[in-house]
Structure formats: C-alpha cells, structure tokens
C-alpha cells in the first residue's frame, strides 16, 4: 500500500495523480509522480528503508520534495530521515528549501565557507547530525559545489565528503548532473561505504553520467535505477 501513487495520470483529467497519498506542492515543478522518473524516486524513498539520501542536484527542488516526501512516508514510529541535496546558485536553493518545507520536511539552508577544506566540511557535517525528532532533515548546501572543478584541492577535503563524515551516511543517491559526473561519483564510493542504491537519470546521453549505470552493472552489490 505504500506504492498506491505508484501508477499513471495518462487518463486522468489534467494529469491528476489517481491516489489518496497526501499531495505535492504545485510549486515543485520539473518531475512529480505523473512521470515514470518521479514515481520511481518517491516509492523508492518510501519503500527502501533509507535513511540518508543525496540528490545531485537541487534546481527549484523538485526531486529534492519527491525523495523527502517518500521518505517521509516510508517512517514508522520516531524514526527520523536525512536528505542531502545541493544547489550552486542561492535563489534556486532557496526556492528548493521553500518547497521542501511545503511538504513539512526541517530545512536546513547551508552555505559553505569555501568550495573545500576541512572548515567547511565541518560546517556541512555539523548541519547534517542526525535529526532529534522524527520526520525528514533536509540540508540544502548553496552557493558550493560537492566536488571543486577548476580548483586546487587536497584530496579527502572535498565538501561531498561531509555527508558521510557521521551517523551512517548517503544510502541512496540520485544522480540527474550536467555532467559526467566522474569524480564526484568517485569520492562518493569512496567515501560513503553504506551507499547501495544508486538512481542515474540521462542515461542515454552523450557525456553524461550514464558511464555510473555501465559501471555498476559489473559490480556486485548494487540497487541500480536508471
């Protein structure tokens, strides 16, 4: 019963979700359940168990609101969740923070003191400690990118590295870059040892992040979605 939006809106009127779940916000935009994408997203966080979610990247937070939503379904008694997703441009990262706390998730806005470091990293992993009370956390990292492109850095002093530094860290990452996507990809295997679920969207598009679904394919252990 936790998947009942699991289905279509193709005959419904105005494509209106064929369920009783509670509603998204109309200001999500870009993806909801009516999509094949948007439904795979929401029953995953629902039905996985998942407790610490990453999503690359925010833009207005439309698929941000569909895995904290899910997540929020998928909770039984005080248990609580924690989403990570991120947005270098600050009024796209606002807007995915209001949306968000549309669909009553504890918002955190964070903008990092640098791209990379070890100050900033722990800025990140102080924001993302565990909730106290149950429901869905949900850090929005602005005006940062996870992995310094162009930038000198040390490696192990990548921000994206924060996500994993307490608790258990990222289960499930859901990968929609404009990129490839490669060394991101690789800090985040690296760094994030309870990562199992891994959802790549694009996968048919040159230069972008489909190498993620070829290379999992050949690698045991894996929840591949693509």
Known sequence: AICSCNEPAGVSPNYVEPCRCPPLPKSVGQIGRTLVLGRMLWCVAAASGVAVVADFFAFTGGSATLLAHGM???????????????????????????????V??????????????????????????APRLPGVKAIVVAGAPPFPHGHLVTQGEELMRAQCMADRGIELAFVDALGPFLPEFAVLVQSCKALRWVIVNNVNMDEMAGWISRFLLNVSGWHLLT
Request: glycine share 8%; proline share 2%; hydrophobic share 50%.
């Open 104 to 129: 009553a998730a504890d918002v955190v806005l964070v903008n990092p003191s640098g791209w990379h470091g070890r100050k900033a990293q722990s800025m990140l992993a102080a924001a993302g400690q």
């Open 72 to 102: 929020s379904m998928g909770l039984v008694g005080s248990r609580s969740a924690t989403l990570w997703s991120w947005e270098l441009r600050m009024e796209r990262a606002q807007a995915a923070a209001w949306n968000l706390r549309r």
